[in-house]
């Protein structure tokens, strides 16, 4: 059974830092592709991150490069989304999510499977 569980997510001052973890099972995290996506309240699911199965091509959106942090640990089964300089337009609930083709994507309709998610609110 697949299941992607992610973790790390709370309650942050603008500034701050929060490490999002994507706990993985039932699959071979080499064999796929993994997104960070976010969604604010009234707004549509967005693309964050994205990461090659072998960790050798990353994807940022705009609004995040040079403060968000992409990586992964096959061996632990488990991709990480480092955010720094949180600002309170980062305030979502933050998905990862997989898909076993290689190319990526930030497009919410190309991944597969889908964890819970984790509340990231920025405020001061």
């Known amino acids: 059974q697949v299941q992607l569980v992610e973790s790390g997510g709370g309650l942050v001052q603008p500034g701050g830092s929060l490490r999002l973890s994507c706990t993985t099972s039932g699959f071979t995290l080499g064999s796929y592709s993994i997104g960070w996506f976010r969604q604010a309240p009234g707004k549509e699911r967005e693309g964050v991150s994205c990461?090659?199965?072998?960790?050798?091509?990353?994807y940022l959106t705009d609004s995040v490069k040079g403060r968000f942090t992409i990586s992964r640990d096959n061996a632990k089964n488990t991709v990480y989304l480092q955010m720094n300089s949180l600002k309170p337009e980062d305030t979502g609930v933050y998905y990862c999510?997989?898909?076993?083709?290689?190319?990526?994507?930030?497009?919410?309709?190309?991944?597969?499977?889908w964890g819970q998610g984790t509340q990231v609110t920025v405020s001061s």
């Open positions: 999510a997989s898909k076993i083709t290689g190319y990526l994507t930030p497009c919410p309709r190309s991944y597969d499977s």
């Open positions: 990461i090659s199965r072998s960790g050798g091509s990353t």
